[in-house]
DNA sequence: TATAAAAGTTAGACTTACCTAACAAATATA
DNA sequence: TATATTTGTTAGGTAAGTCTAACTTTTATA
């Protein structure tokens, strides 16, 4: 049984892990960081789950999630996006809102509610940023990796996922219409500073940043 | 913003005012036996919610819930029934499981989930064990005072709430094809122990003990 | 490669919620 | 009403998770 503290390192430990695929390691400092609290603290922390066997690390060595580690911070990631999505689909929670309230739910204890949840939304892939939701054998569905920023001027996609999560980012969309599924046609790239010209859906053509494009991924 | 722990302690003590209305307060060792931890234990935290003026209480004297204690209380009672309903409606959860996960989710902090998910059950006014679920207000609607064992013989009743919630009880009730809203009709009553001979529903009649008849509201 | 900077650890302290053991007050009963 | 029993409190201790301040190791850079 693990606490829900815990839970929270084993979740950024894994979060951190997919944010460089090649280096999966972690350092004290970065997941300290990641979780609001001091390097010391992590310290703390780490040696516990160490002990319980959830990492493997040495003093002054990078972190990396055991086998049973990883299998608990899936755990808690399909329990997220699950409730992301309940929340999204079910209670009209808006796109920016679901994150906090299901930083809460992800630690509900109950593996009955978690497999009804997820029959009662239809089994769904993806939450409402696009992120994939584990499945109960802790599967981790394919997800689209291409940026919006990579597509070629004349080409047409479909917005797969928020790379940026941020409320700013996350209210700008709805402001523009955009949800997971749009379609993108991109116009014009130009080149003096990566801008795009794009099409959302049948509205008139709009500019967006660089920035802008390389927050999104879509399926081309 | 109160813990996790304080919580729980105003909603055993809201539920020990609801046990005796004359005498809504509770003694030291009451409320520890409730919550299952020590009278030593349960004085600290008195202090601590007297502080908060939660609760009035002075030293040897009983507790009893001030107006933002009992505030505080009801807010959680509603979340639990609230989520209970959920689980037994939405989620196909049984009589008897609902209670273990609702204790957990009672706990989330989000006004607005609390209100989207009484719209999204329809306003229910009771929970799956007949108990009245209190409205944003502090409103709790009125429930249902008659015992099954107080009905006389040839009358007719339907059940409104159960008073015993142990599991052993609620799937005696599941056996017997009862819930909230079954008609019964009390065919005789037994002098000599008080037991009952009931017909549940359009089933042959069968007999039941004084224990049960005590354990059901009904409303005749 | 020597040293400065960055990263990580240790020691000691605090808070919350719990405990046990010893004590004090209130209530019940002989 | 005196005493025994029940009820409640205090004092001191523990574990989890956090902190700050001082220290150590590793890495980067002059």
Not at 59 to 71: A, D, F, R
Not at 109 to 138: C, M, R, T, Y
Not at 139 to 145: C, G, R
Not at 158 to 178: G, M, N
Request: net charge negative; proline share 4%.
């Amino acid at each position: 049984m693990l606490s829900y503290t815990e839970e929270n390192y084993l979740k950024a430990l894994l979060k951190l892990s997919f944010q460089n695929e090649e280096r999966p390691e972690a350092g004290t400092n970065e997941m300290a960081a990641y979780l609001g609290v001091k390097p010391a603290t992590a310290t703390d922390m780490l040696k516990k789950l160490k002990e319980k066997d959830l990492v493997t690390y040495k003093k002054y060595g990078k972190i990396l999630l055991t086998e049973s580690g990883k299998k608990n911070g899936i755990a808690i990631l399909r329990k997220h996006r699950l409730w992301e999505t309940f929340l999204y689909e079910k209670l009209d929670f808006s796109w920016d809102e679901v994150h906090e309230v299901a930083e809460q739910l992800e630690h509900i204890q109950s593996a009955k509610l978690v497999d009804k949840l997820e029959e009662f939304l239809g089994f769904p892939e993806f939450d409402p940023h696009g992120d994939p939701i584990p499945k109960a054998n802790g599967e981790i569905p394919a997800t689209a990796k291409t940026l919006l920023s990579e597509i070629k001027a004349g080409e047409t996609c479909k917005v797969a996922a928020v790379k940026d999560t941020s409320t700013l980012f996350l209210q700008y969309l709805e402001k523009l219409h955009i949800t997971i599924g749009t379609t993108l046609k991109v116009i014009e790239v130009i080149a003096f500073d990566g801008s795009l010209s794009i099409q959302i859906g049948s509205q008139e053509p709009r500019s967006v940043s660089m920035k802008f494009a390389e927050s999104l991924f879509v399926q081309s």
